[in-house]
C-alpha cells in the first residue's frame, strides 16, 4: 500500500479537463510545501512534471497545474491532448525518515 | 545534456547480492543529491534511498534498510546501490535520479532491471 492515495484511473475527452488528486497526511503532504507529479509513458522512465506543489520545469507546457489544500495536492491537466494519456504520480518529502513518499499512480485515458 | 546511465542488473537468487552503478553525465555530480527509485514489474513508483550531495546524509526506506547501501564516488561521478541478501519482492526496474531538491526527481536513467528469482 503507497504511502500517498491517488485514484487508480481517471479519463477525459481531448480538449476537456482532468484533475487528479493525491492524499496524504500531515507529516508529508500537509507539513511541506514540496509535492511533485510525474508523467510515465509505457516503457519510459518517469518525466518530472510539477514540483514545490505548483512550479513548471522548461519545457513542461503552462495546461499542466499543480496545487495544494490541507493533506490533498491535485494536479489539472487543462486542454486535454491524445499525448497526454499516460501514467501520473504525485510525491512528497516525508522527513528525515521517510524523505520520499510516492502515490500509487493514477492511470488517464484520453477517450 | 543530463545523462544518467544504469548497469549492474541481472539475475541474483534470493539471499545474493548485487551493486548498481550510474554513470552522471552534463552537470556538476557533487552539486546535487541523488536517488534511487524502483519500479515492480506493473506496479507502481517506489523510493528506495537518497544521498545527500557530499554523501555524509543517506536516506533509507524501511524495505531495503540494512540491506542496501548508497554511496557516490565524485572523482568519478558515480552513485552506486550495493544490495545484499535481496528478496525476491525486490525484483525491479531500478531508476538513477538526479534530485532538483527534497526529493523531487529532474532527470531519470533509463532503469537496470533486478530480477530476483531461485
Known amino acids: 500500500q503507497s504511502a500517498l492515495t491517488q485514484p487508480r484511473s481517471v479519463s477525459g475527452s481531448p480538449g476537456q479537463s482532468v484533475t487528479i488528486s493525491c492524499t496524504g497526511t500531515?507529516?508529508?503532504?500537509?507539513?511541506?510545501?514540496?509535492v511533485a507529479w510525474y508523467q510515465q509513458s509505457p516503457g519510459k522512465a518517469p518525466k518530472l512534471m510539477i514540483y514545490?506543489?505548483?512550479k513548471r520545469p522548461s519545457g513542461v507546457p503552462d495546461r499542466f497545474s499543480g496545487s495544494k489544500s490541507g493533506n490533498t495536492a491535485s494536479l489539472t491537466i487543462s486542454g486535454l491532448q491524445t499525448d497526454d494519456e499516460a501514467d501520473y504520480y504525485c510525491?512528497?518529502?516525508?522527513?528525515?525518515?521517510?524523505?520520499?513518499?510516492f502515490g500509487g499512480g493514477t492511470k488517464l485515458t484520453v477517450l | 545534456q543530463v545523462q544518467l546511465v544504469e548497469s549492474g542488473g541481472g539475475v541474483v537468487q534470493p539471499g545474493g547480492s548485487l551493486t548498481l552503478s550510474c554513470a552522471a553525465s552534463?552537470?556538476?555530480?557533487?552539486?546535487?543529491?541523488m536517488l534511487w527509485v524502483r519500479q515492480a514489474p506493473g506496479k507502481g513508483l517506489d523510493w528506495v534511498a537518497l544521498?545527500?550531495?557530499?554523501?555524509?546524509?543517506?536516506y533509507y526506506a524501511d524495505s531495503v534498510k540494512g540491506r542496501f547501501t548508497i554511496s557516490r564516488d565524485t572523482s568519478k561521478n558515480t552513485l552506486y546501490l550495493q544490495m545484499i541478501n535481496l528478496r525476491t519482492e525486490d525484483t525491479a526496474v531500478y531508476y538513477c535520479?538526479?534530485?532538483?531538491?527534497w526529493g523531487a526527481g529532474d532527470y531519470w536513467g533509463q532503469g537496470t532491471l533486478v530480477s530476483v528469482s531461485s
Open positions: 544521498i545527500g550531495n557530499d554523501g555524509s546524509d543517506k
Open positions: 514545490d506543489v505548483n
Open positions: 535520479v538526479k534530485d532538483l531538491h
Open positions: 552534463g552537470f556538476t555530480f557533487s552539486r546535487n543529491a
Open positions: 510525491s512528497s518529502y516525508g522527513g528525515t525518515y521517510t524523505f520520499v513518499v
Open positions: 500531515s507529516s508529508d503532504i500537509g507539513g511541506y510545501d514540496y
